[in-house]
């Protein structure tokens, strides 16, 4: 199984957020669409930075309420790694945990065209696993 499948399953929206919009407005939209990030864009790249419900608690926390009101692109995580349609589930389990993080946008052809979550990874991977054991239980009930 690799991204592209679970594109095919889940969907390739994007929910993205300009680098110039408040923290408070990417908040609003978290809260709104229900959902843990949000991909950073400028038009000039596919992928600016990436703002998470992580990154927003830390900068209240480290700056107060007045850190609503701040830019986006001051919080976000910059340094954003990417994977393509082609990666494996397993290769994206092993990035998110050795990273440590619960994103990752999908680009293909210089464009974003998805992203996945860790919910996303452990939902098919657990799917693969519990087929898996139908296929043995079924082997070995005609055996």
């Not at 923290?23 to 990436?50: H, T």
Request: aromatic share 2%; charged share 25%.
């Amino acid at each position: 199984m690799n991204v592209d499948q679970i594109l095919l399953l889940k969907g390739r929206n994007v929910v993205s957020i300009e680098a110039d919009r408040s923290l408070g407005e990417a908040a609003r939209l978290l809260s709104e669409r229900r959902i843990g990030a949000v991909v950073v864009v400028d038009g000039r790249k596919p992928v600016s930075g990436i703002l998470s419900e992580r990154d927003i608690v830390r900068a209240v926390a480290a700056h107060g309420a007045r850190a609503l009101d701040e830019p986006v692109s001051r919080f976000m995580t910059g340094e954003v790694v990417t994977c393509t349609c082609l990666n494996s589930v397993n290769e994206l389990m092993e990035l998110m945990t050795q990273q440590k993080f619960r994103h990752v946008p999908v680009v293909e052809g210089g464009q974003l065209v998805g992203i996945i979550s860790i919910g996303d990874v452990v939902k098919q991977h657990v799917e693969e696993v519990e087929a898996e054991s139908q296929a043995i239980k079924e082997y070995i009930a005609t055996a």
